[in-house]
């Protein structure tokens, strides 16, 4: 989940989470990757055996998870890109480096008011012209995580 929290309403009653603003954008990315990379080798180190590290990118997220397989140190067994925009400034060789043996996976609800069908077209292009397999799952909801995809995506109960 993104590190930075904000209300996202008036009345102060919700409250989200974002990874970053214009304010400093390149910074930003740099520190995310660096803390992601930390995070990574540090959980990996209490395991105490090899284990696959996968990624799960919802909607902010799935820019962070893209620069992060590009610009840091980790790699995937398993990366699934959900309800958000690809980052445009990644190149088609990098995103072949950085995911090229990772199972990819798209996921977009059918009714995503804040994500649009169009995006999810653009990305399934963004993987064709990288070079990429995917596979990618619709289902029946809007801008949020759905359960049963989310387990039939990660193949496991949470």
Not at 64 to 85: I, N
Not at 108 to 125: W, Y
Not at 136 to 148: E, K, P, S
């Amino acid at each position: 989940e993104a590190l930075s929290r904000f209300y996202t309403d008036e009345a102060h009653t919700r409250v989200g989470a974002t990874w970053m603003t214009r304010e400093d954008r390149e910074h930003e990315m740099a520190d995310q990757v660096e803390y992601l990379d930390h995070l990574v080798q540090r959980l990996l180190a209490e395991c105490g055996k090899p284990v696959p590290v996968n990624v799960l990118g919802f909607s902010q997220g799935v820019a962070t998870a893209c620069r992060w397989a590009v610009r840091g140190k980790t790699t995937f067994a398993k990366a699934v890109l959900w309800s958000g925009t690809m980052p445009p400034e990644l190149k088609p060789d990098e995103l072949k480096r950085a995911f090229g043996k990772t199972e990819l996976t798209l996921v977009h609800g059918t009714s995503d008011a804040v994500t649009k069908e169009d995006v999810l077209l653009r990305n399934q292009q963004t993987m064709r012209e990288s070079a990429l397999k995917q596979r990618t799952i619709q289902f029946a909801g809007g801008h949020q995580l759905d359960r049963i995809t989310l387990v039939r995506v990660m193949g496991t109960e949470f």
